[in-house]
């Protein structure tokens, strides 16, 4: 499988695919607040820490392989589960830095709160031999995939 490629940003997407389940705002960015965000704001950029956390998805002949950008974040604080219907979750949790009261922000950037992306795993995914490693704020997942046989191919003699 491929991801499409954005026509906005040159970065690849996955807005198109079929495994993904995760939902997109297309006026997350726009000035107005008639988006899912401010509809659900339990998805609000405000209260979660990464809706928009990025996520490469890459097949290799043996692996199905998931990065995601974590800064900041210690494997205690991610959680990588597979559910029965051949879900990939990884979730987790940044927590609010604590203010003092006589510090005075001149900018906020930094998200924090919970986040949660999910992928549908296809068919040929091996659940029961995920592996998890974390290392410089980048979570890889690695999926690997059965081995497709192939069909044994008999020469026939032909008689006559």
């Known amino acids: 499988m491929s991801l ?8 690849r997407s996955n807005v198109y695919d079929p495994f993904s389940l995760d939902l997109w705002d297309p006026f997350k960015d726009f000035p107005f607040s008639s988006s899912v ?9 405000e209260n979660s820490a990464f809706v928009s956390t990025r996520v ?8 199905h392989v998931f990065k995601a950008d974590l800064p ?14 051949r879900v990939l979750q990884i979730s987790g949790e940044r927590s609010v830095e604590k203010e003092d009261k006589n510090d005075q922000w001149h900018r906020v950037e930094r998200s924090s709160g919970k986040f949660m992306r999910r992928f549908r795993l296809p ?18 997942v690695t999926v690997p995939k059965e081995e497709i046989k192939k069909p044994d191919v ?7």
């Open 4 to 11: 499409i490629p954005s026509f906005f940003g040159g970065r």
């Open 37 to 45: 965000s401010s509809s659900f704001p339990e998805l609000s950029r």
């Open 56 to 63: 490469d998805w890459k097949e290799t002949p043996e692996a």
């Open 72 to 85: 900041g974040l210690k494997k205690e604080e991610v959680k990588v589960e597979i559910e029965d219907d």
């Open 123 to 140: 068919e040929n995914a091996k659940m029961e031999q995920v592996k998890a490693a974390m290392e410089n704020g980048v979570l890889t």
């Open 154 to 160: 008999k020469s026939i003699e032909i008689s006559g």
